[in-house]
């Protein structure tokens, strides 16, 4: 029984967690399933691949729950989530087999010094205070929030594909869904307000997760029985954290999602000193 309402809360948290700043919820699932046997007797260990593939398959639904909360709020770019899906998805697939063939830890640390790159550049940004933004050649949209304010945010086609192709490589490689990467991408690159972000990157994330999954399953490296446990938080979770997005501020979850990003960083590098 208390494996059970383990796993469950495990699933709550990332659903919340991943709908709130459009992270997908793997940064929470994997390093929990990788370590809760250390505590608790009840779990056997985990290996790493099926640690990521059970987090991938739980994240389709989490971000589908909350996907389908945004899509009601109308908060999610669709033209532009549909574009990011071009590389990301094609990208997933192939992080999911360099995932099969190469010892990932090596790589880790240099992902956590990555993320804290990306985090350093996020605080000093000073680009969400501007209510319009510099606009480039390319697509070019705007966007009115619950507060009134105006975006204008635009993108180049070929660098936001290419980039969504390295996300997608992340995503299946980590198993951390890609939004870590392409919320941060979107808000502070192309100009996205965040909760545009947030909503479109959780649309986009449920696709690229599907991709992986079907992946892992295909390989057998997942754990069907945490994530039937996993999967019903997961999906309140993803109601729960879109709603809670919903009465935040603009600045507020900027921060969030800075914060987050930065002590990720850190818990990589930590683990893999």
């Known amino acids: 029984m208390l494996q059970i309402l383990i796993l469950i809360g495990i699933g709550l948290a990332a659903g919340t967690v991943g709908s709130l700043i459009g992270l997908g919820g793997g940064i929470i699932i994997v390093p929990m399933l990788l370590n809760i046997d250390q505590f608790l007797s009840a779990f056997s260990t985990v290996p790493i691949h099926v640690a990521v593939g059970t987090s991938l398959i739980t994240i389709v639904f989490s971000s589908l729950s ?73 697509i070019i949209r705007t966007y009115t929030n619950d507060e009134g304010e105006a975006y204008i945010y635009s993108y180049s086609l070929p660098l936001a594909i290419s980039l ?61 029985y945490y994530i039937l446990l996993l999967i019903p938080g997961a999906w309140f979770g993803g109601k729960i954290g879109s709603y809670i997005n919903q009465k935040l501020k603009t600045e507020t979850i900027a921060l969030i999602l800075r914060v987050v990003v930065l002590l990720y960083g850190i818990k990589i590098i930590i683990e893999n000193i």
């Open 66 to 138: 909350s996907t389908l909360s945004y899509h009601k709020q109308k908060r999610i770019d669709y033209k532009s989530g549909i574009l990011f899906l071009i590389g990301s998805v094609p990208g997933s697939l192939l992080g999911t087999y360099i995932n099969s063939l190469l010892n990932t830890e090596r790589f880790t640390l240099f992902f956590g010094i990555f993320l804290i790159c990306i985090s350093i550049f996020l605080f000093v940004s000073s680009k969400l205070n501007k209510k319009t933004k510099e606009v480039h050649k390319g």
């Open 164 to 224: 969504s192709v390295c996300v997608g490589i992340i995503s299946g490689l980590f198993g951390i869904g890609g939004g870590i990467l392409l919320v941060p991408m979107m808000a502070f690159l192309f100009g996205f307000p965040p909760q545009l972000a947030v909503a479109t990157s959780m649309f986009v994330v449920m696709f690229t997760t599907l991709g992986s999954s079907i992946s892992y399953i295909t390989l057998g490296e997942v754990n069907f």
